[in-house]
């Protein structure tokens, strides 16, 4: 076990070096350097063209790109993730205060498309060709259909605005003291966006693999002994059907990512989403590469916890 | 040489009637589909109404009318005018256009990138293949829209480079799916044949597997597709994408991140976001009807 994860690991580092590499090219890519960027042209002219050459010179922006990127490394290894050019803070420290919010909204929308999505799907594999199952699976392609702004903008429209029941955005009401009943009110709408988009596939490929589940041999002998339905569906069946079920959880994280950073924006959510975008309007590099970093790394770090979970509950995978 | 040829007619005589049968086959599951159909109706309605529609109107979508600000909707404008005087009828049909146009060049980039890496990866195999293989997982593990917001911000927005961005980092899933289908198919007996004949291996991989692998890479496109809409929405929304005066469904929506919009003027939000939803949901649903034709493996 403990070597079948070393082993996963390890596969993961060049994976990981990959996306640094990527990462400083894309960098690299922005029109510009550090010194040209923080003088204003009259400070330029008065200072010359020698002395901006000198300065690049002496911080090694002259040095070729394979050295400048191993620097780079190093200096991202050790926790140095640079400066934000928009107010001259360490973007580990921009970054730091932005990441739990995010992490916050991530882990209650996983939740909640948990709780809504397993359910479900078992619902429509139980009673499939119903009308319900037709249902859920009409109501799965609407909600893949739907921009999830759409759908966060309707929301605010009628919850919000109309009814007056929930704040329009943020995570706490200003000037107020943080109750975790205002912080649950502020939660509801994102949680609620994001959650029904994660849900949608859960309930499908739930469903498709307790169909696929029940169809074994094991299942049709707890039958045949005369296991209760129930006991032979919770016990026998779903138990198993769920262990795939875990692995598209996994898969689905880049896409909840990507969604949180839009759904962030609607909701004004102090998180990592709208960092990334006040540092794509500010052209802040520094920022931004760093939010790629982090993000890379959370999405790793989620197919290594599938891939252990996965080993740790199907004793049939042969790890080693 | 010339024994060659006449296998190579013979089996390519022999997919064509494949086809024949096929294609009527497939247009007779896909028209029992009835969301598929209904779909496929929409989409073509849509796209008509985007391509032809503003030629029949009175506005342009970039001419102003200042003395008709945010005008709700009347005999005039038949969806009111936006903070700048336009006509949002005129702009949501003309955004059609910028929309579809975004999915559809975005996926033929993708598609056409991931079938040269693919079937690369796949008739090749060996070291060609891994390389390949990782470098799609790599790009698999960065979240799509972080690094399209990176690139777009530094390629600067516009049309051109919102397609460019979704095609480039679009391609792995439709690599994978075609390296599985030709590693299957180059050991099939057709191939084998045509192989022991002498065919070259450029006219085996375009004459004899690729078409037997394009199935799926359809059915993925079409959804693609789909996804590609809603990119290109969420990024012009955000101001990353299609850029004013040029209209799109998602920066139409963008003015309703202002709250008095939102609240008080719906004509200037709502059209937008409903012509995604019905264009994607009807992509959606001709992909789904689309699957269930072409693949029998994946039949519900």
Known sequence: MARYLLRRLVISIPVLIGITLATYLIANLAPGDPVTALLNPEQMSNLGPDWVEEQKESLGLNDPLPVRYLIWLKETATGNLGFSSADRLPVSEKIGERLWPTIKLMTTVLIVSVVVGIPLGVLSALRQYSWIDYLLTFAGFVTVSIPSFFLALVLIYIFSLKLDWLPTSGMYTLGQERTFLDSFRHMVLPAAVLGLAQAAPLIRYTRASLLETIQQDYVTVARAKGVAESVVIVRHALRNALIPIITIIALDVPRLLGGTIVIEQVFSWPGMGTLAIAAVQGRDYNVLMGINLIAATMILISNLLADALYAMVDPRIKYG | ?300
């Open chain 2, 1 to 300: 040489m010339s024994d060659s040829a006449a296998v190579d007619t013979a089996t390519s005589l022999k997919t064509d009637a494949d086809k024949g049968r096929k294609s009527t086959s497939w247009w007779k599951k896909f028209r029992r589909h009835r969301l598929a159909l209904t779909g496929m109706i929409v989409l073509a309605l849509l796209a008509i109404a985007s391509v032809f529609g503003p030629f029949f109107l009175e506005f342009s979508p970039t001419q102003t009318d200042l003395l008709s600000i945010k005008a709700p909707p009347d005999g005039t404008h038949l969806l009111g005018t936006d903070a700048a005087g336009r006509d949002v009828l005129a702009r949501l049909l003309s955004a059609g256009r910028v929309s579809l146009a975004v999915g559809v060049v975005a996926v033929a980039i993708y598609v056409a990138i991931g079938v040269v890496l693919g079937g690369v990866a796949g008739y090749v195999g060996g070291w060609v293949d891994g390389v390949i293989m990782r470098l799609a997982d790599m790009v698999l593990s960065f979240p799509a829209i972080i690094v399209i917001i990176t690139l777009v911000s530094i390629l600067g927005p516009s049309i051109f480079n919102v397609m460019l961005v979704i095609g480039l980092l679009g391609w792995p899933p439709i690599t994978r799916l075609v390296r599985g289908e030709f590693l299957s198919l180059r050991e099939r007996d057709f191939v084998v044949a045509s192989k022991s004949t002498g065919a070259p291996g450029l006219r085996i991989i375009f004459r004899h597997i690729l078409p037997n692998a394009l199935t799926p890479v359809i059915v993925n496109a079409t959804f693609g597709m789909a996804q590609a809409i809603l990119l290109e929405a969420a990024l012009s929304f955000l101001g990353l994408g299609v850029q004013p005066p040029t209209a799109s469904w998602g920066n139409m929506l963008n003015a309703a991140q202002s709250i008095t919009i939102l609240e008080e003027m719906p004509w200037l939000w709502v059209p937008p976001g409903l012509m995604i939803v019905a264009s994607v949901l009807s992509i959606n649903f001709v992909g789904d009807g689309l699957r269930d034709a072409l693949d029998p493996r994946t039949r519900r």
